[in-house]
T-cell receptor, first 115, second 115 residues
Framework: AQTVTQSQPEMSVQEAETVTLSCTYD???????LFWYKQPPSRQMILVIR??????QNATENRFSVNFQKAAKSFSLKISDSQLGDAAMYFC????????????FGAGTRLTVKP | EPEVTQTPSHQVTQMGQEVILRCVPI?????FYWYRQILGQKVEFLVS????????KSEIFDDQFSVERPDGSNFTLKIRSTKLEDSAMYFC?????????????FGPGTRLTVL
């Protein structure tokens, strides 16, 4: 079974600085998709960024980028120029490419942004 | 921007009682999901639903759970006889298409407390 591990329950970053959130996963599949979701306090989860496993190029969305290391099964999220609005829970998620509807989540990392 | 909505935001019930959690997915979406998150634990997949039937369910989704799309807009999760361990946040999600790359849009969640 696929598992997703986020080893950092909490992280803190100074406004305008860069922070990296870690995520590792375990799978025997070669075709899958990885996601980072953000959950602000009392708000719903929203998709931040996604990566197809067959793509070697790391996904980037504005200030958000990933470091996808397929061999190491690592999928970290880098937030550049951190803003106060980035404060949230961040969930890493895995989804099989077999059209399995199941999305597997990590336990989450709570990011605090200090002004 | 269209959003997934969930009601109620917080539900308190006595053990053994039935509860119905309601979700209104985004209007043109065809695939619907329920997840739950026990406090301090991972977000876990419960069930997916398409074309008025369950397409996938996890081992958590046992006989006490059922889902229904009673009309064209609502998607409900019923827990027949609640147990203390059912206390959790329940998230509804919807997506436009089945493809695993497609984003799932999440609702804000319903916090269920079973006393």
């Amino acid at each position: 079974a696929q598992t997703v591990t986020q080893s950092q329950p909490e992280m803190s970053v100074q406004e305008a600085e860069t922070v990296t959130l870690s995520c590792t996963y375990d799978t025997s599949e070669s075709d899958y998709y990885l996601f980072w979701y953000k959950q602000p306090p009392s708000r719903q989860m929203i998709l931040v960024i996604r990566q197809e496993a067959y793509k070697q190029q790391n996904a980037t969305e504005n200030r958000f980028s990933v470091n996808f290391q397929k061999a190491a099964k690592s999928f970290s999220l880098k937030i550049s120029d951190s803003q106060l609005g980035d404060a949230a829970m961040y969930f890493c998620a895995y989804r099989s490419g077999r059209e399995n509807n199941d999305m597997r989540f990590g336990a989450g990392t709570r990011l605090t942004v200090k002004p | 921007e269209p959003e997934v909505t969930q009601t109620p935001s917080h539900q308190v019930t006595q053990m053994g009682q039935e509860v119905i959690l309601r979700c209104v997915p985004i209007s043109n979406h065809l695939y619907f999901y329920w997840y739950r998150q026990i406090l301090g634990q991972k977000v876990e997949f419960l069930v997916s639903f398409y074309n008025n039937e369950i397409s996938e369910k996890s081992e958590i989704f046992d006989d006490q759970f059922s889902v229904e799309r009673p009309d064209g807009s609502n998607f409900t999760l019923k827990i027949r006889s609640t147990k203390l361990e059912d206390s959790a946040m329940y998230f509804c999600a919807s997506s436009e298409r089945l493809a695993t790359y497609n984003e799932q849009f999440f609702g804000p969640g319903t916090r269920l407390t079973v006393l």
